[in-house]
């Protein structure tokens, strides 16, 4: 094992995937490794009923949960000019939010694509859109 020589991260990501076959190799896998240096680190979204995806594992080991929710309108403000470099108007922010929903990870793609795409328009320091409606193309 692994572990022996050094520490162990197993990196699972979209855990809402995961078929029953799947879910019986992390419950076989983490039987009796409390002891080793083993951490599994597990993402996933909710469910669209709105529940929560859980990684089948042995019931002695330690569980530890990071629940993250939408942003402020603050907050995302904020994140957004870090991504972007400058400040926007009131309404490209307001936009940039209703269509990621608050979610950091959306926001910041839905501003890498704005830019890339040549969408904004930098007037006194401040980002606008040049147009009133975005649509995403691949």
Request: net charge negative; aromatic share 8%; with cysteine.
């Amino acid at each position: 094992m692994l572990s022996l020589v050094e520490p162990v991260v197993l990196l699972i990501e979209d855990i809402q995937w995961l078929d029953n076959e799947s879910q019986a190799v992390f419950s076989i896998l983490t039987r009796k490794i409390e002891d080793y240096p083993i951490v599994i680190l597990a993402s996933s979204r909710f469910s669209d009923d709105g529940s929560k995806p859980v990684l089948k594992v042995d019931k002695d080991i330690q569980k530890y949960e990071l629940i993250l929710t939408e942003l402020s309108s603050t907050s995302l403000s904020v994140l957004i000019a870090d991504r972007l470099g400058h400040l926007t108007n009131a309404d490209l922010a307001s936009y940039i939010e209703s269509r990621t929903e608050g979610n950091p990870f959306y926001a910041e793609q839905f501003c890498l694509y704005l830019k890339e795409r040549n969408l904004l328009d930098l007037k006194a320091g401040c980002y606008r859109l040049t147009r009133k409606r975005v649509y995403l193309q691949p």
